[in-house]
C-alpha cells in the first residue's frame, strides 16, 4: 500500500500549484475567478460553518473536564491565569510585530479583494458586546466571542448541577467528538480549497503576494523568538528560581521534536521528562502539561496577530485600536476553545478575522505556509507550558 502524504505537504504542494497556474493564468484573470475560485469559496463556506460547532463544544467540553481543578484548586487557579496572561502577551507582541513589518507587507489591487472596514464600536460597547443578550443569535452570526461566554456559562452550569447533568456530559462530549470529525473531512479538501484561492489572487497580483510570505513568516517567527526568550526567561527567572540557560538546555529536546513533529501532544512525554528533570514536581507537571497542551497556544496567538495585521494590509484596512484590542480577547478565549483540532490554527484564524469584520478569504494566503508556521508555533506553545509547570512547582513549594 502506498504512504499517503502528510495533509500539511498536500497544502504545500497544492499552494505551489496555485502560485504556478496563477502565473501561468495571468493574462486570464477572469477565467481564474470566474471558474476556480467558486470551488474555493465553497471551501471556505464549510470551514465557516464549522467553526461555531467547534468553539461551542469543544470550550464546554474542556470546561466541564476541569471539574478535577476543584480538586487541584490552588494548582488550577494558578495554571490557567498564567496560561491565559502569557496568551494575551504573546498575541499583542503578534500585533506589535505585524504592525512593524506592516510597511512591507502588499495591498492587493483586485475588485474582488478590495475591503472597506466596518467602522468600529468604542471600547466600552467591545466590552458590552462580549456578552450575549441572546441564545440563538451568537450562533447564527457567529460572533466568537460571544459564543466563546455563552459554552463557558453553560460548561461552569453543569458542573454546578452535578451528576443530575450527567446525560448532558455525555451529549456534549459526543458532539464534541462528532464534530471534531466532521473539521477533519472538511480539512482533508484543504489542499483544493488552497489551490483554487491562491490561484486567481496570483493571476490578478502577478508575483506582488510572493515576496509577501517570506516577510509575515520571518515576523512571525521573530516574534516567536521575543517571546520565548523575554515572557519565558523572566517568567522562570522570577517565579520559577531557574536560570533561564538552565531551564532552555532542559527544554532542548522537546523544542526539538515539536518543530520537527509541529505537535503539542505529540511532544507531552518528552516535555514530561524534561521538567521533571529540571525539579519540576511531578504531580503538578502531570496536571499543568496536558491542560496546557490543551488549552495554552501562545505560539499559535502569535501567529494570529501576525497574520490578522498581514490580511488586513493585503485588503487595505487599517485596524483600530477597538480592533486590535478585540483581537486579543478573541485570541486568548480562542485558544482554550480550539485546542486540539487538527489544522487549530487556521480554524483561530477564521474566528479572529471574522471578529473584526476581516474577509475569511484572507486566509488562503497564509494556509499554503500554515505547516512551516506551525513548526514553530507548536515550539512556543509546548515552552509556555513547561516554564508554567516550572513556576505553579515553585510557587507551590513555596506556599508549603
Sequence with gaps: MKKKLPLAIQIFIALVLGIIAGLLLQGHADFAENYIKPFGTIFLNLVKFIVVPIVLFSIMSGVISMQDIRKVGSIGIKTIIYYLCTTAVAIVIGLVGGNVFKG??????????????????????TIINIFPSNFIMPLSEATMLQVIVMAILIGFAIILVGDEAAPAVKGINSF????????????KLSPIG???????VVATNGSAVLGSLAMVLLAAYICYFLHMVIVYSIAVRTMGGMSPVKFF????????????SASSVGTLPINMKGCEKMGADKEITSFVLPLGATINMDGTAIYQGVCAIFIASCYGVQLTFPQMITIVLTATLASIGTAGVPGAGMVMLAMVLTSVGLPVDGIALVAGIDRIFDMGRTVVNITGDASCSLVVSNLEKKKG
Design 104 to 125: 512591507f507587507f502588499p495591498v492587493l489591487q483586485t475588485s474582488e479583494l478590495t475591503y472597506e472596514a466596518s467602522s468600529s464600536a468604542p471600547i466600552m460597547d
Design 249 to 260: 538546555k532542559g527544554q532542548l529536546p522537546a523544542m526539538i521534536f515539536a518543530f520537527s
Design 194 to 200: 488552497v489551490f483554487c484561492l491562491i490561484c486567481p
Design 176 to 187: 464534541n467528538a462528532v464534530f471534531m470529525k466532521c473539521m477533519e473531512m472538511i480539512l
